[in-house]
Structure formats: C-alpha cells, structure tokens
C-alpha cells in the first residue's frame, strides 16, 4: 500500500491547479471590500460636504481656524446648533399663527355683530331716536371707556414702539374678550340707569 504521506501526481496537479483560483477569489473579495469601503468614505465626505454647504454657519468665516477646513466635530455641533434654532424659528412661528387666527377670528365676530347692529337700524330706523339724549350717550361711552382705560394704563408699556405694539395685542387678548366687555357694558348701563332714576 502507499505511504500515507506520499502525494499521486494527479494530486499535486489538483492542488497547483486549484491554488492561483483560491488566491484571485480572495483578491476579488479584498478588492471588493476596498471598493465598498471607499465607498462609504465617500459617501460620508460628501454628507459633510452636503451639510457645510446647507448650514449657514458653516459657510462664514471663523477667524479662530482660518482658513483651514472644519473639522467633521465642528460641522456637526453647527448643524445641530442650526437645527435648535430651526426648531425654535418653527415654534416661535406657530405661536405667532396661532395669535393671527385669533385675531381673525376675533374681528369675523365682530363683523358679525357690527352687520346685525347695522341691519337692525335699517330695518327700524326711527326705534329709540329721542329716547335718551347725547348726553346720556356720551356718559355710557365715557364710561364703557374709562373703565377699558384702567386695565389698558396698567397694561400697557411706552418703551419703545415695539413693545407698545405687543403690550397692545397682549392687553387685547386678556382684556377685551367678549365676555369681559359685555360685563364692562352691563355694569356702566346699571350705573348711568341708577343715575337717571
């Protein structure tokens, strides 16, 4: 019988045959690897790219580097810093819609009120005329007024236009609902009616 050791011919052949395929598939599979692995490097600079050419701050220039590239730590603390104040802008945005619609909503009821008063003359222009003078009028404006006038001084700061603008809107919301007028209304009526009789 042959030695375990010894090799037949057609063998080592097999083995010599066999052997520069092994080594092509590993460099095609270290080849591969390089290839996907420059790959994701790419496509890593290019998201940095992507995001200094995004993120404004990125594009200004920082005396403290030069003119050096940013690094991928600073790109990134200013893209989230961006982001932050993106989010604020957004939230700061809603909030001023939401005081819009308000608004709108605000000045639709009194379209509607102001259009039934209007109506409601049309249809009986002479009702009430001459029942109370212009005096007695003036004493419930001034007073629907006066009253309107202490929550609005409290209210209501001169600093500077713009703060005077937003106290005005701010005095507007808390001061001036419906409810609270028509409880500023009654009690002057009460009042000037008191007087009268």
């Not at 692995?37 to 600079?45: L, V």
């Not at 222009?125 to 202490?150: A, R, T």
């Amino acid at each position: 019988s042959a030695s375990p050791r010894s090799v037949p011919a057609d063998d080592e052949d097999s083995d010599y045959h066999q052997e520069p395929y092994k080594e092509s598939y590993k460099d095609r599979r270290r080849r591969a690897h390089t290839q996907a692995e420059q790959k994701r490097r790419d496509a890593i600079k290019k998201g940095y790219d992507d995001l200094q050419a995004i993120v404004p701050t990125c594009e200004q220039q920082d005396f403290s580097i030069g003119s050096q590239k940013l690094s991928k730590a600073i790109v990134l603390q200013k893209t989230i810093d961006y982001i932050q104040f993106l989010h604020k802008e957004k939230k700061k945005q809603e909030e001023e819609v939401s005081t819009l619609r308000k608004d709108v909503m605000a000045l639709k009821i009194m379209k509607v009120n102001y259009e039934q008063i209007v109506k409601a003359h049309q249809d009986n222009p002479n009702e009430g005329k001459d029942q109370v003078s212009d005096e007695v009028k003036f004493n419930v404006f001034q007073g629907i007024m006066d009253s309107l006038f202490q929550s609005f001084n409290a209210s209501i700061s001169v600093t500077s236009f713009q703060e005077l603008s937003a106290c005005v809107f701010s005095w507007i919301e808390e001061h001036c609902k419906p409810q609270t007028l028509r409880e500023v209304v009654i009690g002057v009526l009460h009042q000037v009616k008191s007087q009268l009789y």
